[in-house]
């Protein structure tokens, strides 16, 4: 794990080629924040000199020991490798559209601040395997860029990839009962759909009873349509449906509940990427 946190330590200077650039951020709409990093809590959140607590959007990672918990694999490797990104650093935070949290902390993506480059911070702990992609509907703005960059930590068997918890599942057999109520990745080929009152199912065997399955509720749907391009027209070509999936293999991401079978409730389109 020490061999890791140096290897990320050391990409981070190449990450601001890779990576949006705080002059290019498109959640800047929504507002920013400049201060020092005074304090790390744990791998995804830190405090500014402002006096505000920052939850690093988009990602999770493992936890701290808490209430007599141990910590989770990694959790302290986390927070080592963000304490040694930013503490007593110059910082931007870019907030989402939700800028807080139920905790009353600041939701945002956080850059190191070294003139023209700008790392992002978010996108190097994802990078170095520190961290999956936790988004959601209404702050998911960065959520492609991490995506990929989660891919390529996986396919490099970086941090969290390499651990059994973390390895992808398979449709046909998912899951193992230590896999309830835990964030996992689930990839197989839809193989039926069915509307059941205000919610879509997606089927990924031939018994929904049994099998793996998603769920999507219609207030969600807005979310998988594509965006309007200002001055076109709609047309029957950019309308959405859900069959678009019917025969398609994909990757899901959420969390595992035990409803006929396994089932996962999906809310935007990044928890169900299609596989090239």
């Known amino acids: 794990m020490r061999?890791?946190?140096?290897?990320l330590l050391m990409a981070l200077p190449i990450l601001p080629s890779l990576l949006p650039s705080v002059a290019t951020a498109q959640l800047q709409p929504f507002g920013v924040l400049?201060?020092?990093?005074?304090?790390?809590?744990?791998?995804?959140?830190l405090r500014l000199n402002t006096g505000h607590t920052i939850r690093l959007l988009d990602i999770n990672t493992p936890e701290l020991a808490h209430d007599e918990r141990p910590a989770q694999p990694l959790g302290n490797e986390a927070k080592e490798a963000l304490t040694a990104m930013v503490l007593g650093k110059a910082v931007q935070v870019q907030m989402g559209a939700r800028v807080y949290d139920p905790y009353e902390r600041v939701l945002g993506h956080?850059?190191?601040?070294?003139?023209?480059?700008?790392?992002?911070?978010n996108g190097g702990l994802v990078r170095g395997g520190f961290a999956h992609v936790y988004t959601f509907p209404d702050n998911r703005v960065y959520g492609p860029e991490l995506l990929k960059l989660e891919a390529q930590a996986r396919a490099e068997g970086l941090g969290l990839w390499v651990l059994p918890?973390?390895?992808?599942r398979s449709a046909a057999t998912c899951c193992t009962e230590a896999d309830i109520g835990r964030f996992v990745l689930?990839?197989?080929?839809?193989?039926?759909?069915a509307k059941v009152g205000n919610r879509t199912f997606l089927n990924f065997g031939d018994d929904w009873r049994?099998?793996?399955?998603?769920v999507i509720d219609d207030k969600q749907q807005r979310f998988f349509r594509p965006?309007?391009?200002?001055?076109?027209?709609a047309s029957k070509k950019s309308a959405f449906s859900f069959n678009d999936y019917l025969g398609k293999e994909v990757v899901v991401r959420g969390f595992a509940q035990p409803v006929n079978g396994v089932l996962v409730r999906v809310t935007h389109p990044e928890q169900m990427q299609i596989v090239p």
Not at 3 to 7: D, E, H, Y
């Open 165 to 168: 918890q973390w390895q992808l």
């Open 186 to 193: 689930v990839r197989g080929t839809v193989k039926a759909l």
């Open 227 to 233: 965006a309007k391009v200002k001055g076109e027209k």
């Open 34 to 45: 400049n201060g020092t990093v005074t304090h790390v809590s744990d791998g995804d959140t």
């Open 210 to 214: 049994t099998d793996f399955s998603v």
């Open 3 to 7: 061999a890791l946190l140096t290897a």
């Open 110 to 121: 956080v850059f190191l601040r070294n003139g023209s480059r700008n790392a992002w911070v």
